[in-house]
C-alpha cells in the first residue's frame, strides 16, 4: 500500500483554499453589482409630479351691450327774432342802419338777419341787392316775395325789425342825459327833452335849437321851450331822424 505523499496533500489542501477564497470573493463581487444594479434602478425612476387640481374658474362678465343706434341729440330750435314793441310792422318806415330778420318759409338758406346799409338797400342770396330804406316791413316783405318768384314758387317772406338804428336823434349840451335818443312817430321837441331827463340849471330854454340836414346842408330850426310850455303851436316841430337838439 503506497503511502500518501505529505508534499501533494499539501498541494491539494492548498488548492481547496484558493478555491474556497475565490468563491468567497466572486460571490462578495456578485453581491455589489446586484446591489448596484439595484440603486441605480431606483435612481433612474421616474419621478412622479404631483399636478395641482385647476383653479376654478370664475365666470366671464358679459361686457355691456353697445347699440348700434347712434344717440339723438337734441337740436335746439332757431332763436326767435325779437320783436320791438315800438315798430308798427304797417306803419314803421324802415331806414338806414336798421336791423332786419328776413324769414322766407322753408328755405333757411335765404333767411337771416340782414343789415340796412348806410345807401338804404339789402342785400339776399338770389334776390341781390334791394331797396330797404323808406319801405314799411310789410312793403319790403312783399317786395321780396316778388323777386323770389323767379327762383322759388309761392314764396312766403316776413320782414321784422330787430333793431332801430336809424330812427334816432341825439342830444347835446345843457340837458339831463347827452347822446342818442330813439326817436318814437310824431315826437315832438318838447318831448325828447323830457325823455333825455330835462334842462339842467344852467340851461337857456329860449335859445334851444335843432340842427337838421337837408339835401347836403344843415339847417338850423330854433325852438322856445317856455313857450311849448305855454302851449305855442309853434313849436309843435315834428323831428325827423338824425336831427340834433342842441341845448346851449
Known sequence: MMKANPMMNKEV??????????????????????????A???DTKPATTTTAPPAASMPATPAPATSSTPATVDTPPPPTPQVLASVNAASYVIGADDQLQITVWREPTLSGVVPVRPDGNISMVLAGDIPAAGLTPIQLG????NRLKKFIQD????????AVNSQRIFMIGEIGKVGPLMLSPGMTPLQAIASAGGLSTFANSKRIYILRGLQGKQV????????????????LITLQPGDTIVVP
Not at 314764396?155 to 330787430?162: C, E, I, W
Open 40 to 42: 441605480l434602478a431606483q
Open 13 to 38: 489542501t492548498s488548492t481547496t483554499q484558493l478555491r474556497g477564497a475565490t468563491s468567497t470573493v466572486l460571490q462578495s463581487l456578485l453581491l455589489l453589482s446586484m446591489c448596484a444594479t439595484g
Open 220 to 235: 338850423k330850426i330854433p325852438f322856445n321851450y317856455k313857450a311849448a310850455l305855454k302851449g305855442d303851436s309853434k313849436q
Open 142 to 145: 312783399a317786395d321780396i316775395a
Open 155 to 162: 314764396p312766403s317772406v316776413s320782414v321784422v325789425v330787430t
